[in-house]
C-alpha cells in the first residue's frame, strides 16, 4: 500500500509531470514564471486548488454522477466545482495577502480554466484511484507543478541576464528553454522505474 503512494506521487511529480510531460497548466507556467515570489504564491495556490478540488469531485464523481448515471457531466460539474475554490482562494488571498494577490494579477483567476487542475481530477477517475489515491495523486501534481515551477523560474532569471540573439528574445527562448527543462525530466522515468520496478 504505501509502495503504491510512492508510486503514484514520484511519478505525478517526476514522470508523469502535469506541465512538463502532459503539457497542461502551460499559460500559468510561462506567466508566472518571471518571477520567484509569484511562481511562489501561485504553486500554493494551485497545490490547494487541486487538493481541495480532488477531495471534493471524487466524492461527486462516486456518491452522486455514477449512482444516477450522470457521468456525461463529469467535466462540467467539476470545472464548477474548481471555478468556486478559485474564487474563494482569491477573495482569502486579496484580505490576507493584498501584494501578493496583486503580482498574481491575472494568472490567479486563470487557475479556473488551469487544465492540470481540471486534468488532475478527471484523471484520478479515469485511473481508478480511490480516495486516498486521489489525494496522493493530487498532492503529487501539485508538487510537481511547484518544482517544475521553480526550476523554470531559475532557468527565466539567468536566460534574462544572457546575451539572446535578437531573433530569439521573449517568446521564442522562453518556449526553448520549457523544452530543454521538460526533455531533461524524461531521465526521471527510469529511475522511478528501478527505484519501484515499474
Request: aromatic share 8%.
Amino acid at each position: 500500500m504505501a509502495k503504491d503512494f510512492l508510486i503514484i506521487i514520484f511519478s505525478a511529480i517526476l514522470v508523469d509531470n502535469f506541465v512538463l510531460s502532459k503539457f497542461m497548466g502551460i499559460c500559468s507556467f510561462l506567466g508566472v514564471s518571471k518571477n520567484l515570489k509569484t511562481a511562489m504564491g501561485m504553486s500554493g495556490a494551485v497545490v490547494c486548488v487541486m487538493l481541495v478540488a480532488t477531495s471534493i469531485t471524487w466524492p461527486i464523481q462516486h456518491l452522486l454522477l455514477d449512482p444516477l448515471k450522470l457521468g456525461y457531466l463529469q467535466t462540467l460539474v467539476f470545472i464548477l466545482v474548481i471555478a468556486a475554490l478559485v474564487q474563494m482562494i482569491e477573495m482569502i488571498m486579496k484580505k490576507s495577502m493584498p501584494p501578493l494577490h496583486k503580482a498574481l494579477g491575472i494568472y490567479l483567476p486563470l487557475i479556473t480554466t488551469n487544465c492540470a487542475v481540471l486534468g488532475v481530477t478527471i484523471l484520478n477517475i479515469n485511473s481508478n484511484y480511490t480516495f486516498a489515491e486521489s489525494m496522493v495523486n493530487a498532492l503529487g501534481a501539485g508538487i510537481g507543478f511547484t518544482l517544475s515551477l521553480f526550476l523554470f523560474s531559475g532557468v527565466r532569471s539567468r536566460i534574462d541576464k544572457a546575451d539572446v540573439p535578437d531573433a530569439l528574445k521573449g517568446l521564442p527562448i522562453t518556449l526553448i528553454s520549457a523544452s530543454l527543462v521538460a526533455v531533461s525530466f524524461l531521465g526521471f522515468k527510469g529511475l522511478v522505474e528501478n527505484l519501484f520496478g515499474g
